[in-house]
């Protein structure tokens, strides 16, 4: 017997998240939705760029030479950017190539400055949904709930507890002969043109990504999946391959500018 699922959305970080819970009583699904709910809305408040008084709010205020105390969740996020960062060969960028190299980290400090050499612009907007989704799904285990997708409007959904079909590749997968994926406790996130145009800025040439016209990325974590999906638009295919190979868990479904979809890892 098909198990019952109940929907719930709410407005995010300008995009609309849904939560879908299975095995669970009505009211009860609403109740637990609504706690994920509250953690998104809590972490808008820390890392959002537009916000002065958010951790990335006050780490952009900062001179050069300066730092601020920040909230775990702040240096999590800017942990998995500088991995995503690392493996994408500099193509993963939190400050849109205006300083990564002038970021510094002080985990035990619990503090985020600038070197006295620069400062950039810091900007979350490439991971911090995936992380969000990420945090909503640890509220939701505390509530037991087990089987439920969290979905970060078009581009990041987490799949936990059992099997989940999602689709995958859009267009170019129905023509090459596959549109959905079967997940179960991972992360499927994709970036693309066509819903935003060319809104992903490669930073090492400080204009539109064009190596690729749409990628996806799973990962177990939503915020690396998210990440993923952007530095895909923008690598070349033997360096996701080597990603991919080297990150076990990583699967990466790029299309190519022929329009041919690839998928690469396992």
């Keep these: 017997m098909k198990t019952q699922t109940y929907s719930y959305e709410h407005e995010a970080m300008t995009t609309a998240f849904e939560v879908i819970v299975a095995g669970q009583e009505r009211e009860y699904a609403r109740q637990a939705a609504g706690a994920a709910f509250r953690e998104l809305d809590r972490l808008e408040k820390v890392l959002s760029k537009y916000d002065e008084g958010s951790d990335v709010g006050q780490i952009n205020l900062l001179a050069p030479g300066g730092s601020v105390r920040v909230g775990l969740e702040t240096l999590e996020c800017l942990e998995i950017a500088t991995w995503a960062h690392h493996v994408s060969g500099g193509l993963f960028d939190p400050t849109l ?155 990466a479904f790029v299309v190519k500018q022929d329009e041919s979809l690839i998928k690469i890892g396992v």
């Excluded at 989704?133 to 037991?144: G, N, S, V, Y």
């Excluded at 409007?153 to 997968?173: D, M």
């Design 97 to 251: 190539g205006t300083g990564f190299q002038w970021l510094e980290i002080d985990r035990a400090g619990f503090s985020v400055g600038w070197k006295k050499d620069g400062k950039g612009e810091l900007d979350l907007g490439g991971i911090g949904k995936g992380y969000a989704i990420d945090k909503a799904a640890e509220i939701l285990a505390d509530w037991d709930v087990e089987e439920v997708i969290i979905n970060g409007g078009t581009s990041t959904v987490l799949a936990l507890g059992r099997e989940w079909n999602l689709g995958v590749g859009g267009p170019w997968g129905e023509k090459a002969g596959f549109s959905e994926i079967k997940l179960k406790d991972q992360a499927l996130s994709g970036s693309g043109t066509e819903i935003k145009g060319s809104h992903i800025i490669n930073p090492k040439t400080g204009k539109p990504a064009k190596r690729h016209l749409a990628a996806w990325a799973v990962h177990p974590s939503a915020a690396h999946s998210d990440a993923l999906s952007t530095a895909f638009m923008m690598m070349e295919q033997d360096l996701i391959v080597q990603l991919c190979r080297e990150n076990p868990g990583v699967v």
